[in-house]
């Protein structure tokens, strides 16, 4: 560990303002066509950021991410391959090597094994240790000596340090790239975005400001990625807001409205404040294209309006304008939601015959709505046509119809999960034991819970917790602890207060008492017009004690 500090406290000599007046040193300054950053700084701390909604059910789909930066999971994906042996020893190596005293010994260290790291090698052994940054960084230093870092790898070790708040170790990192001649852009990007991640939308405005002056002039891809990272973690009223300011430099067009409108009505789904970007571009004299009317057609298909879903899509029509399948998505979702099921299936139809294939997303929006409504027959029908269509079902297709299966329909639905190698999952049994306990089937909980063996499922912390809750909440209070007490002894936790509070005091947390048990019933006579009286003369509130 000794040597990890050395390491990081010499890079974290240098400080982003270092950084700054390094750079514009070795160039000729250009001042940026940008606002400052103090100007922008007021502007951001004047909102907050804007929740964000995981609408399950949202049917707008993210096939197309243009402005989006690396997703390092498939890049993982992609350099997995026949490593897998090497990193865990290698692994093992590192452990034991941040006890070494300095930054040179350790890195000696793993020289000293058998494994000789490519860029596939560091890269994904940098992604294993996400979780302890020391470590990774490390690696990075091992990667470097080997001359085998490259960009995907300075940009995840970038954002690794974002993610654990190391932002001057980040900084300092960036710098040693700027030196080295290398492409920043992408790096700094990724810095932006952890800013944002972290809730600092000022620090990611002035980051942005000090990208664009190693520039001649804004690029406007950049320019779309940066107000995309913004909308994406929320803060999509200083995103609008760097809109208008920087409009001169910048000008307001489509595709950048499109990014505001798409953070109102597919992150913050705010039916309001979409509506109003959308007037904002008729004053604007922006004309609104395919992806606007997508994105407004996605938001209202969410909130259940199908009278603006439909008829933004003849509008979308009228005007030249193909519907793509996250529109009919959208269409199909609303439809279904809204107990117009055949004309659904109609739409379907009509997708096939313009090109476009149905795929699993498109049935799961229809059978998921379905299962919501608990019309679970009219889903296995959806289900049997989806199968004719040659279409696979995917785990979120049986999770739904597991919802309105009996025990023996849903030893049945495993079974057919298992056959397709879809799982089951751990998600899977959450979900199950959560059913049968809610809907007062205590024992086919328990049939289901000695079924996780034989599918090779670990209980853990998460499935006791339902347990423990749900016998509790069936007047099981025995059972109920059986469980918590095998929860504590085994994954040696301490007491649970919320689960320890709810076997202790079963009747204070909604646990039917048994007839006679001095249960207390309230009794209230309201007088329309006057409401709920109380004090010393009042004699509309009784209470009576069942005997």
Not at 70 to 81: A, H, I, L, N, Q
Not at 194 to 209: D, M
Request: aromatic fraction near 10%; charge should be positive.
């Amino acid at each position: 560990m000794a040597a990890l500090l050395t390491i990081v406290r010499r890079l974290q000599l240098l400080r982003p303002c270092q950084l700054l007046r390094v750079s514009l040193s070795a160039h000729r300054f250009i001042p940026s066509p940008l606002p400052s950053s103090s100007a922008m700084l007021y502007f951001s701390q004047a909102f907050h950021q804007t929740p964000c909604r995981q609408c399950k059910h949202t049917p707008h789909s993210a096939s197309r991410r243009p402005y989006e930066i690396m997703d390092f999971s498939e890049c993982v994906e992609e350099t997995r391959g026949e490593i897998r042996l090497g990193l865990d020893e290698i692994r093992e190596r590192v452990q034991k090597a941040k006890d070494f005293a300095s930054g040179d010994e350790a890195i000696a260290f793993l020289d000293d094994s058998d494994v000789r790291p490519d860029k596939d090698f560091i890269f994904s052994l940098i992604w294993d240790l996400r979780e302890e940054w020391k470590l990774a960084f490390l690696v990075y230093k091992w990667g470097e000596r080997w001359d085998c870092v490259v960009e995907k790898s300075w940009c995840l070790m970038i954002w690794l340090l974002g993610n654990h708040g190391k932002f001057g170790t980040a900084w300092t990192l960036v710098h040693e790239l700027y030196r080295a001649s290398k492409d920043t852009q992408q790096a700094m990007l990724i810095l932006i975005d952890r800013y944002a991640a972290a809730n600092n939308p000022a620090k990611a405005i002035e980051t942005f400001h000090l990208m664009q002056k190693f520039k001649f002039s804004p690029e406007r891809k950049t320019y779309f990625v940066f107000l995309n990272i913004l909308c994406k973690h929320g803060n999509i009223e200083e995103a609008e807001q760097f809109m208008y300011l920087n409009k001169k430099f910048s000008p307001l067009e489509t595709e950048s409205f499109n990014i505001i409108l798409n953070g109102w009505c597919n992150i913050a789904t705010d039916v309001y404040e979409a509506k109003r970007i959308w007037r904002e571009m008729s004053k604007c004299c922006i004309e609104p294209d395919g992806n606007s009317y997508t994105h407004m057609i996605s938001c209202f298909s969410t909130v259940g309006n199908l009278f603006d879903s439909l008829r933004l899509y003849d509008e979308m029509k009228k005007r030249g304008w193909v519907p793509g399948l996250e529109v009919y998505h959208s269409l199909i979702y609303v439809l279904t939601r809204e107990n117009c099921l055949s004309e659904a299936l109609r739409i379907i139809d009509r997708m096939k015959e313009t090109g476009l294939k149905p795929n699993s997303a498109t049935y799961n929006l229809v059978i998921r709505p379905l299962c919501e409504a608990e019309k679970f027959e009219d889903a296995r029908v959806v289900l049997a046509r989806m199968l004719e269509d040659d279409i696979s079902p995917t785990i979120e297709t049986y999770h739904e119809l597991l919802k309105g299966e009996t025990l023996e329909g849903t030893l049945g639905v495993l079974s057919h999960i298992r056959k397709s190698c879809l799982g089951p999952s751990r998600e899977t049994f959450l979900l199950i034991l959560d059913k049968f306990l809610k809907t007062g089937q205590p024992e086919n909980a328990l049939k289901i819970w000695s079924e996780m063996n034989e599918y090779e499922i670990k209980p853990d912390r998460e499935h006791y917790k339902v347990l423990v809750e749900g016998f509790a909440k069936c007047g099981l209070i025995a059972k109920a602890k059986e469980f918590y007490s095998e929860m504590t002894s085994s994954f040696g936790l301490n007491d649970d207060p919320s689960l320890k509070k709810l076997l202790e005091e079963p009747a204070r947390k909604g646990v039917r008492a048994k007839k006679g048990e001095g249960q207390m019933t309230i009794v209230r006579r309201i007088t329309k017009g006057n409401g709920l009286q109380c004090g010393r003369r009042s004699s509309l509130v009784r209470i009576r004690k069942n005997r």
